[in-house]
T-cell receptor
Framework: AQKITQTQPGMFVQEKEAVTLDCTYD???????LFWYKQPSSGEMIFLIY??????QNATEGRYSLNFQKARKSANLVISASQLGDSAMYFC??????????????FGKGTLLTVNP | DTGVSQDPRHKITKRGQNVTFRCDPI?????LYWYRQTLGQGPEFLTY????????KSRLLSDRFSAERPKGSFSTLEIQRTEQGDSAMYLC?????????????FGPGTRLLVL
């Protein structure tokens, strides 16, 4: 089974509008971390935001916020006031704390975001 | 604070040749990771080091793949007898051991094309 599912292969948004990128995850580990990365066409993975499974509040970093719904196992990324430079691939990733896997990230397939002027 | 660097950024090789990639992590980071990313997919974990110790290598794709981090600083990933299926982006990341919020920072990657 897929551990990270990103159901939107591509998304379009108008400049200055908000957009939500979906991510659902699958784990039985009570302790885990969820990450979002941005990958422009140049290839570098840029860390955006982190949410821990025990965090009581949704994470925010500038224009990025994470809509964390633990019971639904979803961790959607919200980008407010989109900019042309936000056009990129976005990846959701998870690190599970137990089972000897507390080092590697497991990634989804990504969502290609295009911001239109 | 300089980020993770990788060299070369691009590599074109012929099938059967050996290739070696280098990764220089962020200086105070003691963990270093290698991932592979094929077209249309997210990165896939290959191996990682804590200082100079390679703590997980079972995900290396075959015995043609090997990685080293001899002094706990830079790392190399070698692919022997390359095959066309090895064509991919090879990403390196580093982190500082920091519990559950430990964040991996990635380099720009090395794009490999095997002809």
């Amino acid at each position: 089974a897929q551990k990270i599912t990103q159901t939107q292969p591509g998304m379009f948004v108008q400049e200055k509008e908000a957009v939500t990128l979906d991510c659902t995850y699958d784990t039985s580990d009570p302790s885990y971390g969820l990450f979002w990365y941005k990958q422009p066409s140049s290839g570098e993975m840029i860390f955006l935001i982190y949410q821990g499974s025990y965090d009581q509040q949704n994470a925010t970093e500038g224009r990025y916020s994470l809509n964390f719904q633990k019971a639904r196992k979803s961790a959607n990324l919200v980008i407010s006031a989109s900019q042309l430079g936000d056009s990129a691939m976005y990846f959701c990733a998870m690190r599970e704390a137990g089972g000897g896997s507390n080092y590697k990230l497991t990634f989804g397939k990504g969502t290609l975001l295009t911001v239109n002027p | 604070d300089t980020g993770v660097s990788q060299d070369p950024r691009h590599k074109i090789t012929k099938r059967g040749q050996n290739v070696t990639f280098r990764c220089d992590p962020i200086s105070e980071h003691n963990r270093l990771y290698w991932y592979r990313q094929t077209l249309g997919q997210g990165p896939e974990f290959l191996t990682y080091f804590q200082n100079e110790a390679q703590l997980e290598k079972s995900r290396l794709l075959s015995d043609r793949f090997s990685a080293e981090r001899p002094k706990g600083s830079f790392s190399t990933l070698e692919i022997q007898r390359t095959e066309q299926g090895d064509s991919a982006m090879y990403l390196c990341a580093s982190s500082r051991l920091a519990g559950s919020s430990e964040t991996q920072y990635f380099g720009p990657g090395t794009r490999l094309l095997v002809l």
